[in-house]
């Protein structure tokens, strides 16, 4: 069997971010939970749009935020998610191909607009999401290529994949299309919101299918119906090959069957907005896993890159990751 | 007669910058003329853009960053422009609205999309452009309303204007209004290469028509046919009643018929984008002109929001420049 082509490829909902600044009160007056992802339709993103600040927009999109930092690294990735043929469209499709990134998912030529996700970051650097789908709803078991699944090490899936209604068939397809190619499957919680809509399928998902799961502290907490992170970092362990388990300013956590490490945190500057931070910490750990790092340099690689893109407005890095890697000594 | 409702009405090019960085190698090899304005048509702007790295979308055009810097001061502003029924006119209309600024043009609903302009930034934190007019190339007389005209203190033009074909018409109907309604006009020349397109029309109006200019240190000497900025500066004495001069780091001239006035820069901790530099100076003068303010104060005005802009990416303030110059004791 030929090489792989692919470190990585991502599948996920392919989103352009829409960025506005917000106070407390404005997420008040609106309803909104900070911190989080809500979903919304067309008409309550065109309220919540008409209501919302100047705003810039900037490709997103979780699972390509990732591959995003992969590129950066020096790591060759692909990706799959659904457009529709408008001008966000070819924005999105525009920022990846740009970077190197492989992406052919046919778009859309009728039908929901290309998705976009209004966020809202307030003072304290934190972002609130509303997801408006758009076509991200047709995504289906078509769109997976085999050869291109079977070309990638790692087949990384994000969490928020369980809202539209055809994308887990897809979600499934590609990861049985990776085992049965020895390849290795990685998943995202993605939301504790998102976690809570499917926790039965993501239970059975991380148990069957999923080599390495990436989760903030809340969304492990919210898989296992627990408040304690401690009892949630136990009852991941042995469900999984290798749980990574994020914790903002307390670092994180890596949990196998038998040890769990802990990494510290970047060293951050100020921090300006939160958007992308666990996009960003996947990319820098599937560099790595991906080119043979150990676990702790993995964790390391993943705060780098988490520290990079919280550092500035937006879920993309602005400045090469691989120059920050190798200054550290990471790569 | 009423009161004016409005500070400044401004009328120009709508326009969504794609901000992209880009090293002078690749500005060589496109043949970009590094800090101008280039106009090119649909196909190369496609095929720029295909070459282009990740970009970042944010509302601009030359004539609208000054009303929304307008706005950041506090005045009270509106524009005229015409953009597409598209998802990039939405954005367009929706940042206007957003802070405030009266924003009634009716869009095109059929045509040219909303126009965009490319503009790459060299690590010198110059920028160099490239604008596909798209439907800014419908403006015309009919899009001026002559209640708002003689509503507002001060009609602003963008020189830019000069290029798409039926604006010219606009451009002199709005001046014509205004003046009919003892309001001032007020003109920025807005780019070099566009003054050596249009010498003569710019020249006509100065005389004629224009009661406060703006140009940088190469367009006056471009309008003039000079090397010299003191020539320049000496040249556009008495063909309008205040010719306000940028020279960058330098700081600007004021100059009228009995007096030559310097201003300094505003001190910038780091210049990251020069973008919005002029339109933003505008922004500041303008709103110190229909308040009251001595033209010393005009031009402190205008460096501290050309400061506030070319400190980081993007040619709208960040930062509310009412709290900037209520800080610094301006307003």
């Known amino acids: 069997m030929a090489a792989p082509s692919f470190d990585v490829v991502g599948?996920?909902?392919?989103?352009?971010d829409v960025l506005a600044k917000a106070d407390d009160a404005f997420l008040k007056r609106q309803g909104l939970a900070k911190g989080t992802m809500a979903l919304v339709d067309a008409a309550r993103a065109e309220a919540l749009y008409a209501e919302m600040g100047e705003g810039i927009e900037a490709s997103g999109g979780s699972a390509a935020n990732t591959i995003a930092g992969l590129a950066s690294l020096g790591g060759s990735g692909a990706y799959v998610g659904k457009l529709r043929d408008d001008e966000l469209g070819a924005i999105f499709a525009h920022d990846l191909k740009s970077i190197g990134v492989a992406f052919n998912t046919p778009?859309?030529?009728?039908?929901?607009?290309?998705?976009?996700?209004?966020?809202?970051?307030?003072?304290?650097?934190?972002?609130?999401?509303?997801?408006?789908?758009?076509?991200?709803?047709?995504?289906?078991?078509?769109?997976?290529?085999?050869?291109?699944?079977?070309?990638?090490?790692?087949?990384?899936?994000?969490?928020?994949?369980?809202?539209?209604?055809?994308?887990?068939?897809?979600?499934?397809?590609?990861?049985?299309?990776?085992?049965?190619?020895?390849?290795?499957?990685?998943?995202?919680?993605?939301?504790?919101?998102?976690?809570?809509?499917?926790?039965?399928?993501?239970?059975?998902?991380?148990?069957?299918?999923?080599?390495?799961?990436?989760?903030?502290?809340?969304?492990?907490?919210?898989?296992?119906?627990?408040?304690?992170?401690?009892?949630?970092?136990?009852?991941?362990?042995?469900?999984?090959?290798?749980?990574?388990?994020?914790?903002?300013?307390?670092?994180?956590?890596?949990?196998?069957?038998?040890?769990?490490?802990?990494?510290?945190?970047?060293?951050?500057?100020?921090?300006?907005?939160?958007?992308?931070?666990?996009?960003?910490?996947?990319?820098?750990f599937l560099y790595g896993l991906t080119h043979g790092s150990d676990l702790e340099t993995c964790g390391k690689l993943g705060s780098l890159c988490a520290g990079e893109v919280i550092g500035h407005f937006g879920a993309r890095p602005e400045t090469s990751l691989k120059t920050l890697a190798v200054s550290a000594g990471l790569i």
Not at 11 to 16: D, K
Not at 135 to 151: K, M, R
Not at 185 to 213: E, K, M, T, Y
Not at 254 to 262: G, P, R, S
């Open 11 to 16: 599948i996920g909902n392919a989103i352009v």
């Open 107 to 284: 778009p859309l030529t009728s039908g929901p607009p290309t998705a976009r996700c209004l966020i809202l970051v307030t003072p304290d650097a934190q972002r609130t999401m509303n997801t408006f789908l758009g076509a991200c709803v047709e995504l289906g078991p078509e769109d997976i290529d085999a050869d291109l699944i079977s070309a990638a090490q790692v087949t990384y899936l994000e969490g928020y994949l369980f809202d539209p209604p055809r994308a887990m068939e897809a979600f499934r397809k590609a990861a049985e299309l990776a085992h049965k190619s020895g390849r290795k499957v990685a998943l995202s919680l993605s939301d504790p919101f998102c976690v809570g809509r499917h926790r039965a399928d993501f239970l059975d998902l991380v148990d069957q299918h999923v080599d390495v799961l990436f989760a903030n502290e809340r969304e492990i907490c919210s898989l296992y119906q627990t408040e304690h992170f401690e009892l949630a970092a136990e009852a991941v362990r042995g469900h999984c090959e290798i749980a990574v388990l994020t914790r903002s300013e307390r670092g994180s956590s890596i949990v196998t069957a038998k040890a769990m490490l802990h990494v510290a945190p970047a060293a951050v500057a100020r921090v300006v907005d939160s958007t992308g931070a666990g996009d960003l910490y996947a990319a820098g």
